[in-house]
């Protein structure tokens, strides 16, 4: 079953393209990604490299870290490094653990033996400024993953956070929101003046509160 949502994210030490970090320590008091690859050299992690290094500024915009971890040794991740920059236009701008003997795949059961022995699954992990699991999501190692949709969870999980309101069907960033069923209506008042739409007492619709 693995890590479940809510649970601490496992500490570790590892090297890393960016030098050795304590993970608890870096991210200390951030929100983070922590995302899986399955093998250095490959073309779906290649892009999505790529791709999560041009997103930078929206990720520092939230205040999340971003790590990748792929299990092969730190000097393939040097050598991946110059690929990336060179077939994806960006360097690589966040740290890419190197994890051979598998002890942070482990942790955080990033591999699935039914599905690969020794590579990892895609798997995505966004962690609290509390250290705890917000979100876990899994692909197979063919598929390469949506970080505009990782964006759109941590939008989600901030206003959550911030704001007690949670995000309806296929919301983006804008969009009206839902106050939680935990908020009573006579505190929802206090927060929510302007008062708010009752589709059902159950089903509050409200405009998305500035950041
Ligand atoms: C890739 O990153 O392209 C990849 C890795 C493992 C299996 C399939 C594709």
Redesign the pocket.
């Known amino acids: 079953m693995g890590l479940l949502l809510g649970d601490e994210a496992p500490n570790f030490e590892a090297d890393t393209t960016e030098g050795r970090i304590k993970f608890h320590d870096y991210i200390d008091g951030h929100w983070a990604v922590l995302f899986s ?3 250095n050299f ?7 490299l790529g791709y999560t290094a041009k997103l930078k500024p929206e990720f520092e915009k939230r205040d999340v870290k971003v790590l990748g971890l792929s299990v092969d040794p730190i000097e393939e991740h040097k050598a991946w490094v110059d690929d990336i920059e060179e077939t994806q236009g960006t360097a690589l701008n966040f740290p890419l653990i190197a994890d051979p003997d598998k002890t942070v795949a482990n942790l955080y059961s990033m591999i699935h033996p039914k599905a ?1 022995n020794t ?1 990892t699954v895609r798997s995505v992990f966004v962690i609290g400024p509390d250290k705890k699991v917000k979100l876990k999501i899994e692909y ?3 598929t ?1 993953r949506n970080f505009d949709e990782v964006l759109r969870v941590i939008d989600s999980l901030q206003l959550t956070a911030k704001h007690q309101v949670a995000t309806p069907v296929n919301w983006t960033d804008g969009d009206d929101v839902i106050i939680v069923p935990a908020l009573s209506n006579d505190d929802a008042k206090k927060k929510f003046p302007d008062g708010w739409n009752e589709v059902k007492p159950y089903l509050r619709i409200v405009k998305q509160p500035k950041s």
């Open positions: 690859h399955p093998k490959t073309p779906v992690c290649t892009t999505e690969d590579l197979p190692a063919s390469g």
